[in-house]
């Protein structure tokens, strides 16, 4: 048997936690629903070979024939048979992401996975680590979730109804929400990311989405309370995980098809400036062409972070997003910038300018604050697109994102020269 080829990369630091990459994967499902949602393949069953069509003898013009004889019949047009629809159980009959580089623990994955199959609950979703024991480590896990019927324990394993905090406490990290209880201590759940400040919702607000009460999971296709217990998989019942794996391998990403979403985060930061644009381009070139890359970095709790978003032609746009009451300025992004540009904030750059000017509007904006952070950085997001190039119109633009703390820009804003 011929020797596995090693795969392409370093093994990264694999820091990770529950939930680090909230804001990425709700920016992801917002704006690549098109890419994740792509149709299923369609086939047109081959059109036979018309025979050859016999000569009838002719007729004088003006002339029917013998009198008392048919008409010659008419020839229906060829019929185009319908196209098909692949079948489920064929090869490659869906969109496909991937997951480079999740790290120590699989969270991340599972969380990609449950929430990016919101959108598309054809998508097939694989992470993929360098590290041999990490894979094994996902592929432990969910066959333990399979094994429990898709119950999500916390820490890892733990499913028993009996191992839930007592009424009346905060759930562990992790853990389903009790009722009445937000789902992470002291905090509220709002689209899938915790809450500004730590406040119980106000009384008459609505339950988002993503929101725990009353016994539900923190996110939407997470476990229920309900569904806890010491209960088996029944056999035969549907796959709760189906579409979701792990695998050994690099940047050379041993998959058997393009993907549409590679998601690479806090992976190449410890790369040198150039491997990183290396390895940007090698992961471009295995998209599909209608995929895209995005890679990027965060802190350790998931409060502040920028990312890149690049297609098989290379980069396209950038993206701020942070957790706005804990911001005391624009620039303080700068420690998050992508190892293409983290060492270009300096004087003279174009990502050095545009977060400057971030500051100063964000400091012009400061009456706004009377309303609250989220106000303030409306504000000062609107001012700066009167000077630099922010996207203002959905699915990347306009107040329905900047009110989630986030700004994009096209990569030209702030590509390096030559760049």
């Given amino acids: 048997m011929p020797p596995v080829p090693k795969p392409r990369g370093e093994v990264t630091r694999g820091t990770t936690a529950p939930n680090r990459l909230r804001r990425v994967d709700r920016w992801i499902a917002a704006t690549q629903a098109g890419a994740l949602r792509a149709a299923p393949r369609l086939e047109r069953p081959p059109t036979p070979p018309r025979p050859p069509a016999a000569r009838r003898p002719s007729t004088p013009q003006g002339s029917a024939g013998p009198p008392g004889s048919p008409a010659p019949p008419r020839r229906a047009p060829p019929r185009t048979p319908p196209p098909r629809r692949v079948p489920p159980d064929d090869p490659d009959p869906c969109p496909l992401a991937v997951d480079l580089g999740y790290g120590a623990s699989p969270v991340t994955t599972f969380e990609l996975y449950t929430r990016l199959r919101a959108v598309s609950p054809r998508l097939e979703v694989i992470g993929i680590e360098i590290d041999p024991d990490r894979v094994a480590a996902g592929q432990a896990l969910l066959a333990a979730l399979r094994a429990s019927n898709g119950v999500r324990p916390s820490n890892g394993i733990r499913s028993s109804m009996r191992e839930r ?65 010491d209960s088996k998989r029944e056999p035969g019942s549907p796959d709760p995980y189906q579409g979701l794996s792990f695998r050994y391998g690099g940047f050379e990403l041993p998959v058997g098809r393009p993907p549409v979403l590679i998601r690479a985060f806090n992976v190449l930061r410890q790369y040198d400036e150039a491997a990183a644009w290396r390895a940007w381009e090698e992961l471009c070139g295995r998209l599909d062409p209608s995929g895209v890359l995005v890679e990027g970095t965060c802190d350790e709790i998931g409060r502040r972070a920028v990312w890149v978003t690049l297609g098989p032609g290379g980069p396209r746009t950038i993206t701020f997003a942070a957790h706005l009451p804990t911001l005391g300025r624009p620039s303080e992004l700068a420690e998050r910038l992508p190892k293409t540009l983290i060492h270009r904030n300096v004087p003279g750059e174009p990502v050095h300018g545009l977060l400057a000017a971030f500051d100063r509007t964000w400091a012009a904006a400061a009456p706004h604050s009377v309303f609250g952070p989220r106000a303030r950085w409306i504000e000062a997001v609107r001012l700066l697109s009167a000077t630099h190039p922010v996207l203002t119109r959905p699915p990347y633009g306009g107040r329905g994102r900047w009110r989630l703390g986030e700004v994009t820009l096209p990569w030209e804003a702030v590509a390096p020269p030559g760049g």
């Fill in 165 to 229: 905090a007592p009424k009346g406490v905060h759930a562990f990290k992790g853990e389903p929400a009790l009722k009445g209880r937000p789902a992470f201590k002291g905090q509220s759940v709002r689209e899938g990311e915790l809450a500004a400040g730590g406040h119980r919702p106000r009384k008459g607000d609505s339950a988002f989405r993503d929101a725990a009460f009353k016994g539900d999971a923190a996110f939407k296709g997470d476990a229920s309370c309900r569904g806890l217990g």
